[in-house]
Each structure stands twice: as structure tokens, then as C-alpha cells.
């Protein structure tokens, strides 16, 4: 057995197509994900205030997720092409089977004396919404989109099997076509590493924004740290 | 003032949960609506801000039908308290007080200091401005839920149980709060509880409600516990009503004795021949200004050297005191039963024992209490408030 990991073809790669896959990964990733959350924070809010539309919608999130990815992918080909879209609008959907839930969640969550307390203290229904029930689900909100963001970065490489970029397409085209095992290595150590960035990042944004979560844990360390 | 005119909530289901309400709450005074669960008392207090629509009869502040004004609106002007104290956990326990000046649009600067205002106010610590509701107690909650609903100065305010999740003494410590609160700011309040004691502690007018949604009684704390009208008030008052009426009368109608006060400079021996020439069993020996240092049974000052000071004997803890000036009966009634000795002792408002009265002497008391007339005053109209139970 030779070499495993040929060093020196990471270091002429690193720009290209290394590099390229990494920038081409993240794209295909953080897009449907924005789009996702744009997408289901309408439909969680609906969800939230019409019980009745709610079992309906699942329903449909959930089959969606049903369908493999990569079908999807070549129904969508002869549409939008080699474009990313191909690869966006099916990963957008998916992650609404995540993201609907936990938004729904997340409101429902938002205790009743204090959805009450703001009735009554004058807010209107869209006031209340944006002011205080919004921001009381952005916990469950963001653990949605931990998971989803996850799920999409690992989903992603599957779309390099219809033409399109990303890492999947170093470790297909470099790797397995070739019979090289340095790209595919390099390909599922920087999924790797991107889902637990992106993940970090929402932990990170989390925290920020929601400074009021108590976190009993962390208080002692905080001190010690600063 | 707020009145109900035959406010009738029916819900679809064909529940009634308020049948027929007539009640009026006298301005800057509080009402206190009182009744088990499912009485309609709630549903009362809420359709004074509209958070229910009555199905029958209306609801008038100042004469104006709440109905003609926009919801929102209306309760931007009408204070909101409830029993979880329902603050907003994302916000700084500062911007939950200033949350109705926000939503008047008096701009972030003047609503924080607003807010600042009310901190004090309440009896919380500039610092707690700062921390967000879950840091703060049960009791610290409630307090700010009560700033937040006085934060835009409302006429009126709301409360619904608003105390009834803290424990006891916590509870006790925000009812004297409210009391001084309600002293300086005599806002119309309407209280809801369960608790008949919180009722009368805080009410000037009570409305007792039966289950069905229907009021039962609607009178001051002392009529209600003297005259109940019917046997379903009668037991919702509760079977020790007699002691709990002695509230409204003043211990300084009380006679005090101080013929068994003694300095604790003085001997035993003088001790013995106070105790023999009075036929006092137990004295209250007495410090620096006439403190209270505690109990001398008669028979340890008769065996004690008579060359010994008071105060280096052994003495029986003197327990709780009342204070003449602004104790009730019922204080001192519970002074005295407290005491070792069975005797209350009184004290002026600097502590200095004034006199001890026994449990005899007290029963005269309460003798009394019973041969007088409860005073005609009603609550709800124009001739309300002829006393002040604050």
C-alpha cells in the first residue's frame, strides 16, 4: 500500500479545486438554508396561530424530506440546468421539514402568561408577534437551523452527482473517478470541518442574541475566563 | 370608576361565566374580587381591558363604555397585573417596566428613566434594572410586574391573583407594599383572589362571587365579616370570621396595666413584694427606654436572692409585642396568646413599653367588639369610604 494522503497534491490544489469546492460547498449550503428560514418562518407562524393548517403541513414537509435528494435533483435538471438552483430549491425544501417544526415549537413554547401579559399591556396581534413572541422562539429557531444547516452541508455532495460543485464533486471527479484516495479523504475531512464551523458560528450567533437564556453552566466559567 | 352593568359572559358552549354583573368600583379605591375558581371573578376583570367580550350588559370607566375604544388603546391605559407576573424573558427587567411608555411612543430615554422611577418605587435595587427576569425571585418578579403596570401611570389597575404563586411571607411583604403603593398613588384597583384574608387585608370594598359567575355579597371587609348574608358567604369567609373582624378595631381602646413593669435595675426582692402586693403572676422587666427584656414568674422572683438586679436573672422570652398606636385587636389578641406568660405587651412606636394587658382583660375587649354596631357605610356608590382600613 502507497501513500494515503499525498501531501503534495493538497498543496498544489489548495486554490483549485480544493479551494473553489470549499467557496462552491458553502454556497450550496448557506443559500437553501436562507431561503429555508424565509420559507418557514411564514409557514411556522401560520402554523403557530391556525392549529388547523398545522398536521396538513407537516405532513407535506415530511414527505418532501421523503424523497431522496437526488431524485429531485434530476426532476429539476432539464429547469434550471447546471445552475445552482438545481441544487438549491430541493435542499431549500428539505430543510423545512426541520425548520417548520421548530418554529412552531418555539411559538408554542412562548409561555401563555406571557403572550397574556403583552395582549394586555396594548400590543397588537403583529406587534406581539415581532416583538415578543419572535424573539422568545429564536432558541428553538436557531436549534432548528443547527441541525438543518448540518444536514444540508452533508446533503450537498450528493449534488455533485448531477454536474454540480462542491466538495461531493472532488471526491467523485478527483477521487473515485481517478482512483485517488487524497481528494476523497480531503473532500469528508472539510465537510467535516465546514458543518462544525457553521455550527460553531450558530452557537456563537446564538449566544449573542439571546443573551436572556439562563445558562447556569456557563456562568462560572464565563467569570473565570474574563 | 368602574362599573358593570349586568355583564354576562356566555360562551358558545352555553357555560355561563358571569351572570348579570351590577358592581361599581369606587376611583382610587381598591375592590377586591374574591371567590373560588369558576365564580366569574376573572372573567369580571378581564372584560374591564377587553382581553373577553361580555355577551351581554357593559363595562364603563368614567362613564365611557370600553367598547368604544380601540383595544389596544385602551389597555395601553389601564395597569395589568397577573400571578406569574407574565414578564418578558428576553427583556432587561428595566424595558419590561418601560414597556406601555414604548408602546406610547415617549421615546427609549425618558421610558428607561420612567422605568428607573418605578425600580425605586417598588422597592428593587437600581443594579436588578440590569438582569433579566429569570435572576430575579418569585417576589422580586411580581414587584416588577406591579412597576411595569404603573409604568405609564394608569388610573386603573388590574390584578388578577397577582400575589398567589409566592409563598406566605413573601406574599405578606408585597401586600404591605401594595397597601403603601395604593396609600400614595390611590389608583381604582380591582383585585383578584381566592384568598378571603388577602381580600380583606387590602379590599376597601369586597365582592364576593358564588359559583356560576354570580355576586354573592358586595360590602366593606368588617359588614362582610360581620354580616354576611347568606350561609354560602358565611362559609366562604371562613368559621374564625369573629377573630379575623377584630382587624378593624384599634388595640389602644385596650387597657394597660403597668403595675407589673418593672426596671431591670431593680432587685428581686423588690420584684417579690410588687408580685405579692398585686397578685401579678408573671412582670415584664424592662431595659434602656423602657425596652421590653422579658418574662419574671412571680415564684423564681421569690426564690431568687433579693440583693440580685432584674436583669441578671434569667428571664422568659417577652415574644411578640403589639404596637398600640397601630396594632388592631386581633394583633394583640395573637400577642398574647403567643406569650409565655399569656399576657400581650405593648410598645409606642419608639419600642418603650407602654403596658401589658392579659388574656382577661382582652376578653373584655372583644366582649365589647361584639355589642358594637358595624358602621352603615356601603361600598359602591357615593357613600362609600366612610372608613379607612388602610
Same mark, same amino acid.
Not at chain 1, 450537498?156 to 462542491?166: I, K, Q, Y
Given at each position: 500500500m502507497g501513500e494515503v494522503i499525498r501531501w503534495d497534491w493538497i498543496a498544489r490544489g489548495l486554490e483549485d479545486p480544493i479551494g473553489t469546492a470549499v467557496l462552491q460547498h458553502l454556497q450550496l449550503s448557506l443559500v437553501p438554508i436562507a431561503l429555508g428560514l424565509l420559507a418557514a418562518l411564514p409557514l411556522g407562524v401560520a402554523a403557530a396561530r391556525w392549529r388547523r393548517v398545522y398536521p396538513p403541513l407537516l405532513t407535506v414537509v415530511n414527505v418532501l424530506y421523503a424523497v431522496p435528494s437526488i431524485a429531485l435533483f434530476f426532476l429539476l435538471l432539464p429547469y434550471?440546468?447546471?445552475?445552482m438552483w438545481t441544487a438549491v430549491l430541493p435542499l431549500a425544501l428539505y430543510t423545512l421539514a426541520i425548520l417548520v417544526p421548530n418554529i412552531v415549537d418555539g411559538l408554542h413554547q412562548v409561555p401563555g402568561h406571557v403572550r397574556q401579559a403583552a395582549t394586555a399591556m396594548g400590543f397588537g396581534p403583529l406587534r406581539r408577534l415581532v416583538l415578543v413572541e419572535l424573539p422568545v422562539a429564536v432558541p428553538a429557531v436557531i436549534a432548528g437551523l443547527r441541525v438543518a444547516s448540518v444536514a444540508t452541508i452533508s446533503m450537498?455532495?450528493?449534488?455533485?452527482?448531477?454536474?454540480?460543485?462542491?466538495l461531493g464533486a472532488l471526491i467523485l471527479r478527483e477521487g473515485f473517478n481517478n482512483r485517488f484516495a487524497t481528494p476523497i479523504i480531503v473532500g469528508v475531512v472539510l465537510t467535516a470541518v465546514l458543518a462544525f464551523a457553521v455550527d460553531g458560528l450558530l452557537v456563537l450567533a446564538q449566544r449573542l442574541l439571546t443573551p436572556?437564556?439562563?445558562r447556569p453552566a456557563r456562568g462560572r466559567e464565563r467569570k473565570g475566563v474574563r | 370608576m368602574i362599573t358593570f352593568e349586568g355583564v354576562t359572559k356566555r360562551y358558545?358552549?352555553?357555560?355561563?361565566?358571569?351572570?348579570g354583573l351590577d358592581l361599581r368600583a369606587p376611583s382610587g379605591r381598591t375592590t377586591v374580587l374574591v371567590g373560588?375558581?369558576?365564580?366569574g371573578k376573572t372573567t369580571a376583570l378581564r372584560a374591564v381591558n377587553r382581553l373577553v367580550e361580555p355577551t351581554g350588559g357593559r363595562v364603563l370607566i368614567d362613564g365611557t363604555?370600553?367598547?368604544?375604544?380601540?383595544p389596544a388603546l385602551l389597555r395601553r391605559s389601564i395597569g395589568y397585573v397577573i400571578q406569574q407576573a407574565?414578564?418578558? &424573558? %428576553?427583556?432587561t427587567v428595566l424595558d419590561n417596566i418601560a414597556t406601555v411608555p414604548l408602546l406610547l411612543g415617549w421615546g427609549r430615554r425618558r421610558a428607561r428613566s420612567r422605568a428607573a422611577e418605578l425600580l425605586e418605587l417598588v422597592g428593587l435595587?437600581?443594579?436588578?434594572?440590569?438582569?433579566? &427576569? %429569570?435572576?430575579?425571585s418569585g417576589g422580586q418578579q411580581q414587584r416588577v410586574g406591579v412597576a411595569r403596570a404603573l409604568a405609564a401611570d394608569p388610573p386603573v389597575l388590574l390584578m388578577d391573583?397577582?400575589?398567589?404563586?409566592?409563598?406566605p411571607v413573601v406574599r405578606a411583604g408585597l401586600q404591605d407594599e401594595l397597601l403603601r403603593l395604593q396609600s400614595e398613588l390611590h389608583k381604582t384597583v380591582l383585585f383578584v383572589t381566592h384568598d378571603i384574608d388577602e381580600a380583606v387585608r387590602l379590599g376597601d370594598g369586597i365582592a364576593v362571587f358564588r359559583p356560576?359567575?354570580?355576586?354573592a355579597q358586595y360590602d366593606t371587609p368588617e359588614r362582610l365579616l360581620a354580616e354576611p348574608v347568606d350561609t354560602f358567604v358565611e362559609g366562604f369567609v371562613g368559621y374564625d370570621r369573629g377573630v379575623r373582624r377584630l382587624?378593624?378595631?384599634?388595640?389602644?381602646?385596650l387597657e394597660l396595666h403597668t403595675d407589673a413593669v418593672l426596671d431591670g435595675g431593680r432587685t428581686a426582692g423588690a420584684a417579690a413584694r410588687t408580685a405579692a402586693a398585686t397578685g401579678e403572676p408573671w412582670l415584664l422587666v424592662t431595659g434602656a427606654g423602657r425596652a421590653p427584656l422579658g418574662w419574671l414568674s412571680a415564684g423564681r422572683a421569690a426564690a431568687?436572692?433579693?440583693?440580685?438586679?432584674?436583669?441578671s436573672l434569667e428571664l422568659e422570652g417577652y415574644g411578640h409585642i403589639f404596637?398600640?398606636?397601630?396594632?388592631?385587636l386581633r394583633a394583640a389578641l395573637d400577642a398574647a396568646v403567643l406569650s409565655p406568660a399569656g399576657r400581650a405587651v405593648g410598645v409606642d412606636p419608639g419600642g418603650a413599653v407602654l403596658g401589658v394587658v392579659s388574656q382577661a382583660d382582652l376578653a373584655a375587649a372583644i366582649w365589647s367588639v361584639g355589642e358594637d354596631t358595624v358602621g352603615e357605610d356601603t361600598v359602591g356608590g357615593d357613600t362609600v369610604g366612610g372608613q379607612d382600613h388602610g
Open positions: 434550471t440546468g447546471l445552475t450537498v455532495s450528493v449534488a455533485s452527482m448531477v454536474g454540480l460543485g462542491g436572556w437564556v439562563p | 358558545p358552549d352555553g357555560t355561563v361565566a358571569l351572570d373560588s375558581s369558576g365564580s363604555d370600553v367598547r368604544e375604544r380601540d407574565g414578564l418578558f &424573558p %428576553h427583556r435595587e437600581a443594579a436588578q434594572g440590569r438582569r433579566y &427576569p %429569570h435572576q430575579l391573583e397577582p400575589f398567589s404563586a409566592v409563598d356560576g359567575g354570580v355576586l382587624s378593624f378595631f384599634p388595640a389602644s381602646r431568687a436572692d433579693p440583693e440580685r438586679p432584674l436583669e404596637h398600640v398606636e397601630a396594632d388592631s
